[in-house]
């Protein structure tokens, strides 16, 4: 079996933490020049790759700029840094709880994305790190939804990032969640949901169909208030998109801040961080796969709706 060759370093820098978008000209030799190819490509408005190549946004290997005319070479990598979107930077402290030469764990708060993606790119966990602890290597090992705070792992060597990966694949770190939610005394707990979720690519919100179960999640009362909310302790066996914020729902207690379960709302303004999603990732237990060392993670924060249920309704 071949195996492929590695692409070469960026020859540019991070911009705010993020890595430069690197493009690969495909092997079929159908355009006639580079900027053909990237104006195809890249579906970008009338313009714009005309005037990074004008520019000499648009690098090669060796960090030279691609000539506005340069012939399309099949194979050839460019890189260019995207133009940065405007954000509304999240007025909440990204705390690091534990670091050393291979992992640095995270408690996020809500409303921060933990990796680039759509329109939250510069502000997202992974960039703030890369900037306030000066690792541009630092990878996210896994996931946490924007609005969910808590704990998340992330890699500081990239050579190390698939076996930090292969344990959340495999089942192999325990974690805890803690959710507010409304108190349904008809509701038996402890109980375990088994249902099979479906998430499709640009609709918001997860649903539940017939067939085999794909995600598996304990759900356990841990306190309740007279008159008030109640504190949940959720343990998900599984991965799947909102599979607790799902679950919950689908048990008639969906948890408290959620914009799209049981039914998706009109988004908020941006700026607007009142009311966020009551779901904390509590812990993350595992077995370092580099260092052998077990570790375990709590993370410090308290849901606001659970800590001052009327200032959070408020």
Same mark, same amino acid.
């Given at each position: 079996?071949? !195996? ?13 933490? =993020? ?24 579906? @970008? ?14 690098? %090669?290997?060796?960090?030279? +700029? ?7 070479? #099949?194979?050839?990598?460019?890189? &260019? ?27 996020? +708060?809500? &409303?921060? @994305? ?13 960039? $703030?790190? !890369? !900037?306030?602890?000066?690792? #541009? ?5 896994? $996931? /946490? ?8 792992? &992330? ?29 349904? #005394? *008809? ?9 099979? =979720? ?7 919100? *997860? ?36 599979? /607790? ?5 689908? /048990?008639?207690? +969906? =948890? ?5 379960? +049981? ?8 700026? %607007? ?12 237990? &595992? ?23 009327? %200032?959070? *309704?408020?």
């Amino acid at each position: 079996m071949r !195996r492929r060759t590695p692409p070469p370093p960026s020859p540019l820098p991070q911009r705010e933490g =993020i890595d430069p978008v690197r493009v690969r000209l495909p092997p079929k030799n159908t355009w006639a020049t580079v900027r053909d190819h990237l104006v195809e490509r890249l579906a @970008a408005p009338p313009g714009v790759v005309d005037g990074m190549l004008d520019a000499g946004r648009i690098v %090669d290997a060796g960090g030279r +700029p691609v000539p506005p005319g340069a012939a399309y070479v #099949p194979g050839m990598y460019v890189w &260019f840094h995207r133009d940065l979107p405007a954000e509304e930077r999240v007025p909440f402290a990204l705390d690091v709880v534990y670091r050393d030469e291979h992992i640095v764990v995270a408690d996020k +708060p809500h &409303f921060l @994305a933990t990796t680039p993606r759509g329109s939250h790119v510069a502000e997202t966990a992974l960039a $703030r790190l !890369r !900037r306030e602890l000066g690792l #541009p290597t630092l990878s996210a090992a896994h $996931r /946490l939804d924007r609005l969910t705070a808590g704990l998340v792992l &992330f890699t500081v060597r990239p050579g190390e990032r698939g076996a930090y990966q292969t344990l959340f694949r495999d089942g192999r770190v325990a974690k805890e969640y803690e959710a507010v939610a409304p108190y349904d #005394p *008809a509701l038996a707990t402890p109980r375990t949901v088994r249902s099979r =979720i479906v998430k499709e690519r640009g609709v918001l919100a *997860a649903y539940e169909v017939e067939g085999e179960p794909n995600a598996v999640s304990h759900i356990e009362l841990t306190d309740h208030r007279p008159g008030g909310p109640a504190l949940y302790r959720l343990v998900p066996s599984t991965g799947q998109t909102h599979q /607790l914020r799902v679950h919950m729902s689908t /048990l008639g207690v +969906p =948890i408290l801040g959620d914009p799209l379960y +049981p039914e998706v709302t009109d988004p908020v303004p941006p700026g %607007d961080f009142r009311r966020p999603l009551q779901l904390l990732a509590r812990s993350l237990e &595992f077995t370092d796969p580099v260092t052998g060392v077990a570790h375990r993670f709590r993370s410090g924060r308290v849901l606001g709706a659970w800590g001052a249920y009327e %200032d959070w *309704a408020t």
